[in-house]
């Protein structure tokens, strides 16, 4: 019974919800969008659309740049460069400083991938072309290592075990006698 009462409340909740205002717009990834203002539009397709979206943005029009539209639901959201917040100066005075972003800035449409925790894209302390190179010369050294341990083979050295008394005694079901390994 008690879960049909809140079957039977959540409508009523919703038109609540409805009546006051609010309402559940824009595609899942404008849910870090710093307000409603910031929510993706339809694709700009004049000229005068491009300017009112690049301002919207807080961007220039030579900067603005929209996703193509090609059905995934895009809108006139700026198309921003593939770059981690790594790259972004730690000693800027940022408004959200674990984020290295301020507030009004539009987000990468893949934000949650280009977090500090994730990706980095920062250029390299080495070309690529050398790091391969070290990559393959590590692989190399290894085989070789590999190869030589195989074809001279090295063991610790190992004594016979040490019993208290003579092993060989034991197979003829004399009585063994007492042998000492060690002097004193």
């Known amino acids: 019974m008690m879960a049909l009462r809140g079957a039977r409340a959540f409508p009523r909740a919703s038109l609540l919800l409805r009546t006051l205002g609010w309402q559940a717009t824009g595609p899942s990834g404008a849910r870090a969008a710093s307000g409603h203002d910031q929510l993706p539009g339809p694709y700009p397709k004049t000229l005068e659309e491009r300017a009112a979206a690049a301002k919207k943005y807080n961007l220039t029009l030579e900067d603005y740049e929209p996703y193509p539209d090609d059905g995934m639901g895009y809108g006139d959201y700026p198309k921003l460069p593939n770059k981690s917040q ?16 301020n507030y009004g800035q ?9 977090v500090i925790t994730r990706v980095d894209t920062s250029p ?19 085989a070789v290592l590999i190869a030589l341990g ?7 050295p190992v004594a016979p075990k040490q019993y208290p008394y003579d092993h060989k005694d034991l197979s003829s079901g004399e009585e063994p006698k007492r042998v000492k390994h060690y002097e004193i």
């Open 150 to 156: 195989e074809t001279f083979p090295s063991y610790r």
């Open 124 to 142: 390299t302390m080495w070309p690529w072309y050398k790091m391969r190179r070290f990559l393959i010369a590590f692989f190399a050294l290894m």
């Open 106 to 114: 539009p987000m990468h449409w893949d934000f949650d991938m280009y």
């Open 86 to 101: 790594h790259e972004r100066s730690p000693y800027y005075d940022w408004d959200h400083s674990d984020l290295r972003r």
